[in-house]
RNA sequence: GGCCCCUUCGUCUAAUCGGUUAGGACACCAGCCUUUCAAGCUGGCAACAGGGGUUCGAAUCCCCUAGGGGUCACCA
């Protein structure tokens, strides 16, 4: 299938970037343009970032519009709520917030502009006779198309109609016959016939927009030169190509991105868990991580291109729209926890341990605001067990024995490491020992583990993991040496005979 | 149902104009490393939806079938 190549003269562009203001270039503008009914979930998120990184990468503009025509379902929180998002992910816009519901005049301006060229009418008919043509249609198995009743009415049956008070919508005169194209980035060239498009309503008989025609005519009237938004679209596209023509603008270049679908290959719900930035946040995933997980998902850089883990700037060096896929993506947590480890691991310390901090206070590990001291231990922390964490949640739930003193012991670990012969004994000479030790560090602390196993004649496991137990209750974590300097000599000696008690006195002989 | 889009490992994907042992990542399995768990390293498992063409040669071009998705509102 042949695809545009309409990036060309704008690479041309971004070569010439510094002669910018001595040439005239052709400039790049996206928006992206969400409506407030509901939190911005994944898939609005991508297509927002699809659009940054279109954007950044041509060193043209993106626009932030809120499409909230619908006044029954808009709600101002979701619009802070989405902002919010925005700013949590790093994607930045250039213009807008723009509200549609403030562009009001520019849509009845231009339907009576519409009306007077007689390129568009009003049309009387009730709801209750569209609806019996359509279940009409549907009975006899075929698709309903308006009828075309109000196309012809003179002044006079106009007249009288509203002299009935009869309300009246305004529909677009669409073509009969002939094809409408639509010129897609992604997905080349579309046909559709007229002969299956009927005459849309453009303004409802509340005097407002319908979405089609007022979204047309914002990407006209804002100038956009690309619009990149979700596949969903694709097929009213050429209704809203028919609105442009009607009115005599030049369109815009499309790009309908694949959807994203849920793991059964359903329509993405809140039945399938985590699909809102909102939610990813909560879980503790990190922004950077959610970015680059969203952007490939669909986007790949292609051919020799094989690593995976991008900065939001190296993403818009290497974006290309025509590299997008055009199948739908099923979304895998599995993948994106993955990422987010990787995030976590690597991330710097001190960004790690601000964005991490809210969940270990949830936990009632730490509490706000911290001491510079009880800081630097959080970030040590932090450090020692960041590499075992997929979620900063996560973080926060391994972490739990260095801010608490009482804890359970894990079950599995008490049968495997208490339950051996002398741990007990073994647990209360390590204790004496590391007590009297002259440096409580992690090589003084090593070297005494060394010559304790050697004088028992015993491995170093079977010192270490009732050990490990013994601190934390837990079978798995961060060198066990490494958190006995963390946790300090007192806690370290305490918890060591705390559990030699515990064993002699609650344990059942084997 | 009409119209439109899509179809490569379980998942995300790669494969310049038709010629590859169909590549990578996640997940999974095994081994190495190791005080545990991770991480890391090495190896393994695993895909061109099906059927017809065109061609010396098709994942790639054409047609059909099947499956999935979208859309057909005075919702966006």
Known sequence: MHRFSFLGPLKGALFLKEMRCYFIMPTVRVRF?????????????????????????????????????????????YIDKLI???????????????????????????AERLVKEKKAYHCY????????????AKKENRAYLYPGTCRDLTEDQEESYRSEGRSSVIRLHTPDEGTTVVKDIIRGEVDFENK??????????????????????????????????????????????????????????????????????SKLSKRHG????????????????LVNYMALLGWSPGAGGEEEIFTL???????????????????????LGWMNSHYIRTYNLNKLTEAALPFFEKKGLVQSPLKEQDYDYL?????????????????????????????????????????KENAASYIRKAAKLLQSLETH?????????????????????????????????????????EIMVLLGRRKTVERLEKAATYIENELPEQ
């Open 196 to 265: 299956y498009i009927d005459d849309l309503i453009i303004i409802k008989s509340n005097g407002l927009p319908t979405y089609n025609f007022a979204s047309m005519i914002d990407d006209l009237q804002m100038g956009i030169t690309h619009v990149i938004r979700a596949e969903e679209h694709l097929s009213n596209t050429p209704r809203q190509q028919l609105c442009a023509e009607a009115l005599g603008y030049d369109l815009p270049i499309f790009a309908h991105v694949p959807m994203i679908l849920a793991p059964d290959r």
């Open 441 to 481: 560090d992690k090589e003084a602390i090593e070297a005494l583990y060394r010559s304790l196993s050697e004088e028992l004649g015993i491995s170093m496991g079977r010192l270490i993991h009732p050990t490990r137990m013994a601190i934390t209750g837990r079978t798995a974590g961060p060198g066990l040496f």
């Open 274 to 289: 985590a699909t809102s930035v909102e939610e990813f946040y909560s879980e503790g995933y990190l922004p950077e991580a």
């Open 379 to 419: 970030e040590q922390v932090i450090a020692a067990v960041r590499e075992r964490a997929k979620t900063l949640a996560e973080l926060a739930d391994i972490s739990d024995y260095f801010f608490l003193d009482s804890f359970d012991y894990e079950e599995k670990g008490m049968k495997k490491h208490f339950q």
């Open 125 to 136: 008919c009730s709801t209750e006779t569209l609806t019996e043509g359509r279940s009409e």
């Open 313 to 335: 700037d190296e993403m818009v060096n290497r974006f290309d729209l025509n590299k997008v896929t055009k199948t739908a993506a099923v979304y895998d947590v599995t993948k």
């Open 33 to 77: 343009a969400p409506s407030p009914t509901g939190e911005l979930h994944i898939g609005g998120a991508r297509t927002a970032l699809f659009n940054y990184l279109f954007a950044s990468a041509a060193g043209g503009e993106f626009v932030l519009r809120i499409d909230d025509t619908d006044l029954e379902r808009s709600r101002s929180d």
């Open 84 to 110: 919010s998002s925005m700013h949590w992910l790093g994607l930045t816009w250039d213009e807008g917030p723009v509200y549609q519901s403030k562009r009001l005049g520019h849509y009845t301006e231009a």
